[in-house]
């Protein structure tokens, strides 16, 4: 076990519907990263959050957003959903996230499937 | 369990033998490198790291090395066992920055 929790572990949608996915951090750590996993794609970085301010992006299409709340916890918001956005999304957190060597704890993911 | 990829590359081998898991990596600006595993239907777990001043460094029975000239990572897992049977990732971290951009994944087999 990690210490990084995400809810829920499975989710069922439709087309076009928006989901929250939620993540906590390990305890003490500041920086959140979310990566989404597809069988095409692999492990892809789609954004980090540092002690509540947007920190990298990466491949994070613009119907996604992120934030990251006062208590550390994050939500990932996935909108205008699509079949091609079934995937797992996975949380990491780590101590720090404003230098490198960062070690990421990963939480037992998200699984998103769109129908 | 989940699949997390039908088409990686397998590694087979036999319980007790020594295993060894290759990666190339892209950014020669990458100056962290870590080894990840995943297990079916789980999040990647944090095996061994390595900076780029490094060529070489041992943990629990695994060891990792690091080629800068030819951009090339290795894992070797001593006396595999069958809780190893896996999907092994390799994660380059470029300098200065926090997303890591993962390798493509090999799946390792254990057999008995």
């Known amino acids: 076990d990690s210490g990084v929790t995400q809810t829920p572990k499975h989710l069922i949608t439709a087309t076009g519907q928006r989901v929250t996915l939620r993540c906590s951090p390990r305890s003490g750590d500041l920086s959140v990263y979310w990566y989404q996993q597809s069988l095409d794609q692999g492990l892809q970085f789609l954004i980090q959050y540092y002690n509540g301010e947007e920190r990298a992006k990466g491949n994070i299409l613009e119907r996604f957003s992120a934030q990251q709340f006062p208590d550390l916890h994050s939500e990932l918001n996935l909108s205008s959903l699509e079949l091609g956005d079934s995937a797992l999304y996975f949380c990491a957190s780590s101590v720090r996230g404003d230098t490198s060597y960062n070690e990421q704890f990963f939480g037992p993911g998200t699984r998103l499937t769109v129908l | 369990g989940e699949s997390v990829g039908l088409h990686l590359p397998t590694l087979s081998v036999q319980e007790g033998d020594n295993s060894i898991i290759n990666c190339a990596y892209s950014?020669?600006?990458?100056?962290?490198f870590i080894w990840y595993k995943q297990e079916s239907g789980k999040g990647p777990q944090f095996i061994i790291d390595i900076r780029s001043n490094m060529d070489k460094r041992q943990g629990q029975r695994v060891t990792v090395l690091l080629n800068k000239t030819v951009k090339h990572l290795s894992l070797q897992i001593a006396a595999t066992q069958p809780g190893d049977s896996a999907v092994y990732f390799c994660a380059e971290n470029p300098h200065a920055g926090n997303m890591l951009t993962f390798g493509g994944g090999t799946r390792l087999m254990v057999k008995p």
């Open positions: 950014n020669s600006a990458s100056d962290y």
